[in-house]
């Protein structure tokens, strides 16, 4: 690919996240009919919020992608970065949908969670090289999986749909860290660690109600 190739599909792919209705290439996972309850209105926020903190981390997950696969000169490298965003599109449709359902909306700043996102990538990409940038993932997604993992706890016992969605992402997430592992990803200094962790920190906090 041209520089003006991968500017053009890194621009395809931000047009395509942010404005378009994201389709998914599996089923939605579906929780047990008798697992689900109705929800009261105070736990429909709750789910909404939730769920929209969870749709704004995958609009970064795209961005993430997107950037590292235009950076890297490896075709190997970026077929990888490709599919796991091809399945983050799943989690990306996942959550609007439950978002829809539960009659919440996605987050407002959606165009500067992916801006900052993508922006994160490309310089992890670009400066520190492919065994950095599969490190970057490896480190992202984990954290994801723990950011996951305390959703779970969080979200309401009959909010069956929205825990089943969850689920799936986590185990999903843990995956993608373990194949970027498996591929070479060096491991992160404790301050890079630490940074990422806050920067989370700033949007799930911001996202949850904005």
């Known amino acids: 690919m041209t520089t003006t190739d991968r ?30 309850m109705p929800l009261s209105e105070p736990e429909r926020r709750v789910s909404g919020a939730l769920m929209r903190v969870n749709h704004v981390g995958e609009v970064c997950a795209q961005a993430l992608y997107t950037a590292q696969a235009m950076t890297t000169n490896d075709p190997v490298l970026r077929q990888h970065l490709d599919a796991a965003a091809r399945e983050e599109t799943d989690h990306l449709a996942w959550t609007r949908q439950r978002l829809d359902e539960l009659g919440d909306r996605p987050s407002l700043l959606n165009p500067l969670w992916y801006a900052g996102a993508f922006g994160i990538g490309w310089l992890a990409g670009r400066v520190g090289g492919d065994k950095l940038s599969l490190g970057f993932v490896v480190e992202t997604e984990r954290q994801v999986e723990a950011h996951l993992a305390s959703h779970m706890n969080r979200l309401p016992a009959g909010d069956a749909a929205s825990r089943a969605i969850v689920a799936q992402m986590k185990e999903d997430e843990a995956n993608h860290a373990r194949e970027a592992a498996a591929a070479g990803g060096t491991p992160l200094p404790a301050p890079v660690r630490g940074l990422m962790r806050l920067a989370a920190k700033v949007m799930t906090t911001t996202a949850h109600r904005i």
Do not use: I, K, M, Y
């Open 7 to 36: 500017v053009l599909s890194a621009a395809d792919s931000a047009l395509r996240t942010l404005f378009a209705q994201p389709r998914a290439a599996r089923p939605t996972p579906l929780a047990s009919a008798s697992a689900e």
